[in-house]
């Protein structure tokens, strides 16, 4: 994860090694490096230059620490930055009882995976979760749920395998005084947003009235994902993300990104195909993973 943005980050702290103080001319250098860094690993153009600005004006404005030399000043002022810009950490909502919580996302992002990955999380936390399987759009997806939910030992509410909207009005009828306290609905997506999706979604939204609604996004997909996360944002007015697919070489666009492109915050990120590879989603952690 990383390994590029940290290699080439690291060139720009070389800069400052063995300078005895930070001036306007090393420090553009070092700058630039981080600038191009952050291009080349894909981060939006917008948050780039956001970052580099409030970079360039810290590592200018402020007193080199007595007890840090300039490259570790400058990582520390980096480091800082890369933690604002992924915004802070942003607790799951769990309001009503039952509490729904809606997955949304375009097919392949990890939706299915994610709704048994976050109904275990929550298990764990004490909720006694039940799944909704509302995927009648990919065809595996409802049984692979009706797996998945097996293997946590959690009940998947499912019904009509071709309206969603039906299945989801069974549920909250069924739902109601059932004793479970969370409902995760896995949701159908498309290889690509369309307005029957959005329109399915909004009602669904409005039968639940959700205290979440997730929009699941895959690390690898870069700025495709930040654009369609806004998209999503704008119809149905998404709670947060999930970011999948940590594990992999994804290059850091999309979590570098997506919170000041949308101002909603990453919530919990997937890190790889087994239930347990979920973790909250903690900005002071993944910059120091950027950091190494
Ligand atoms: P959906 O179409 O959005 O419901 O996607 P799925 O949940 O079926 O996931 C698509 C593929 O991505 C599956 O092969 C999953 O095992 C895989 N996947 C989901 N989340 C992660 C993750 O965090 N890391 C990795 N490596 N693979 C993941």
Redesign the pocket.
């Known amino acids: 994860m990383f390994e590029g943005l940290q290699e080439k980050l690291s060139r720009a702290f070389k800069v400052l090694s063995g300078k005895g103080k930070i001036t306007e001319k090393n420090i553009q250098e070092a700058i630039k490096i981080v600038k191009l860094s952050l291009l080349e690993a894909d981060v939006n153009y917008k948050v780039v230059k956001k970052f580099i600005e409030d970079v360039k004006r810290i590592a200018l404005g402020e007193e080199v620490l007595r007890s840090l030399t300039p490259d570790q000043m400058f990582i520390k002022i980096v480091k800082d930055e890369l933690i604002k810009i992924m915004g802070e950490k942003a607790p799951l909502k769990i309001v009503h009882n039952p509490s729904y919580i809606m997955l949304v ?10 709704v048994a ?1 976050l109904a275990n999380f929550l298990k764990r936390k004490g909720k006694n979760p039940i799944l909704i399987a509302a ?1 009648t759009y ?1 065809p595996a ?1 409802i049984d ?1 749920l009706i797996t998945l939910g097996n293997k946590i030992s959690v009940p998947v509410f499912t019904g009509d395998r071709k309206n969603p909207v039906k299945i989801v009005k069974k549920a909250v009828e069924s739902v109601k005084n059932s004793g479970y306290d969370v409902v995760i609905l ?1 949701t159908a ?1 498309r290889l690509h947003i369309d307005d029957e999706m959005m329109k399915e979604l909004e009602e669904i939204k409005s039968l639940t009235n959700p205290d979440e609604i997730l929009f ?1 996004v895959d690390a690898m997909a870069g700025q495709d994902a930040v654009n369609s996360a806004k998209t999503f944002n704008q119809r149905l007015d998404v709670s947060g993300f999930v970011i ?5 070489d994804a290059r850091g666009g999309v979590i570098l990104s997506i919170r000041y492109v949308t101002n909603k915050p990453v919530k919990f ?5 087994k239930i347990e ?2 973790e909250e989603f903690y900005p002071d952690r993944i910059a120091g993973r950027i950091l190494g």
């Open positions: 996302g375009l097919q392949g992002s990890g939706k299915t995976t994610t990955k995927d990919r997806a692979q896995d997506g699941v999948t697919k940590m594990d992999g990120i997937g890190v790889g195909e590879d979920f």
